[in-house]
């Protein structure tokens, strides 16, 4: 196998996904030939082909590429695919995204960021105080910027900021020399079959940081004795007891203002544009890896408050005095928890509608009543059928498993077909509480496609309040 320098033609199964299509812009930036196989044209790979990266979207030889000398795919990819089973039968150099990463970062400074919920806006907001403020770095996340519309950035500073995957044990592949663990709620246990096994993957990957490095851990994690690192922090939203956390916490027109304390020594007037306080939270770990870089205050606060946030997380499609739709990736109970007290908290009185589509099958079923408890927060709920991703169907298991779970009265089992349908009905706006001065806020959740509605839903409703 040629070494990671010596590589010109690169292949990837399943290269729409996000830390694959993050990779494919690596090599290509590079000026290595790349091209890839994914099974649904995306806004992703529409992207990936207008940057001239070849994506095929037909699982057939004709979609090959003979003359590649890596072949990168996703563990998501099904076992029986052609492309893959080619590739595979003629010998050719077979690699998961979690090695190229460790091939990649295995020279460089490393700022790992690992955690259940909370990673992709912790890793984007590194990476873009990082650059805002000169200092510098690679960026490979797991989410789109909004400020640059990318998921990598390259620089020539040696210094890596990777979003850091506990799907597979990706992440323990990774040498951090700062590494970051936001939660350890467990997910993913076709994986890892039970809490403690995934837990256990967590210790491991504190014990990956190198020596000399640090890490800095969500104050009050299960287990949080059993993370051993040469140093170690604490973050938290407002617990005096960690080594980070805000102060003189407000909210003004949807914003958050608010002070940094970072190990005795104080931030001022900080203002984060984005919602939720569990946002507030994730900066208050970007701003003290920032900090421990030595990037000057003034320049950690000005590009916190430039940061416009990473696609589907509290993102913004319609923020108007008769409207607020707001469109998120959660698709575990602890982020819808997060996500849609963090509404509550920005729209008090208003009636809030969360149309969440589940992802998974499998933790669907292994999650089911947390999800209930979560969706029971907000004022109504809509649950759409569940996404299966790499999975097969399993029996009994539907959206109705969580809905038999839930308390809350005002709940429905729609089709996609049925959600458009009510929309255009009107049936969104006639949520409306207390009159025009308390206008609806709905909020669209999941991780599958429910993405691909945000868009046209969001605009029956601009035509509808114009």
Not at 138 to 156: D, K, P
């Amino acid at each position: 196998m040629t070494s990671l320098e010596q590589t010109r033609n690169v292949y990837f199964i399943g290269i729409g996904g996000i830390g694959m299509s993050a990779l494919a812009r690596y090599f290509h930036a590079k000026g290595v030939s790349v091209s890839g196989y994914d099974r649904t044209r995306t806004p992703l790979t529409m992207d990936l082909e207008r940057e001239d990266i070849r994506v095929y979207y037909e699982d057939t030889e004709a979609s090959l590429d003979p003359a590649a000398q890596w072949v990168i795919y996703t563990p998501a990819i099904p076992a029986t695919s052609q492309v893959f089973q080619y590739y595979k039968a003629h010998g050719y150099p077979l690699l998961k995204r979690s090695d190229v990463l460790e091939r990649i970062t295995e020279h460089s400074f490393n700022i790992c960021v690992a955690g259940t919920h909370g990673k992709t806006t912790i890793t984007t907001l590194i990476a873009h105080i990082l650059r805002a403020s000169g200092y510098g770095c690679n960026a490979f996340l797991g989410g789109i910027s909004v400020n640059y519309q990318t998921n990598f950035w390259s620089s020539e500073r040696n210094v890596c900021v990777v979003e850091a995957d506990e799907y597979d044990r990706s992440f323990l592949k990774l040498s951090p020399d700062v590494a970051v663990i936001t939660s350890m709620d467990p997910d993913h246990l076709d994986i890892y079959g039970t809490p403690e096994a995934m837990e256990e993957a967590f210790i491991a990957f504190a014990g990956k940081v190198k020596q000399g490095g640090w890490l800095l851990s969500k104050y009050g994690l299960k287990r949080t004795d059993d993370l051993k690192a040469p140093r170690r922090l604490t973050y938290s939203l407002r617990l005096p007891e960690a080594d980070v956390h805000a102060r003189s916490l407000r909210a003004e027109n949807g914003s958050y203002i608010f002070d940094a304390y970072l190990q005795g020594k104080i931030l001022p007037d900080i203002t984060l544009h984005m919602g939720g306080l569990h946002n507030v939270e994730n900066t208050l770990a970007a701003v003290a890896v920032a900090d421990a870089l030595e990037i000057p205050g003034d320049a950690i606060r000005e590009a916190v408050a430039a940061f416009k946030g990473v696609r589907r997380r509290f993102e913004y499609v319609i923020r108007t005095p008769d409207m607020v739709m707001v469109d998120d990736y959660a698709h575990h109970p602890e982020e819808l928890r997060a996500l849609i007290s963090g509404a509550k908290d920005l729209f008090p009185g208003r009636k809030i509608t969360v149309v969440f589509q589940p992802h998974l099958f499998s933790r669907t079923r292994d999650l089911a009543a947390a999800f209930a408890e979560s969706l029971d927060l907000a004022d109504a709920i809509i649950l759409l059928p569940i996404y299966p991703a790499r999975e097969l169907p399993m029996e009994g298991v539907t959206s109705s498993l969580i809905a038999g779970r839930m308390k809350n009265p005002e709940k429905r089992l729609m089709t996609k077909e049925e959600l458009m349908e009510w929309v255009d009905a009107g049936g969104m706006l006639a949520q409306a509480t207390g009159g025009p001065a308390q206008p609806p806020v709905l909020i669209m959740a999941g991780a599958g496609d429910i993405d691909a509605m945000v868009q046209p839903i969001g605009e029956i409703l601009k035509r509808r309040t114009s």
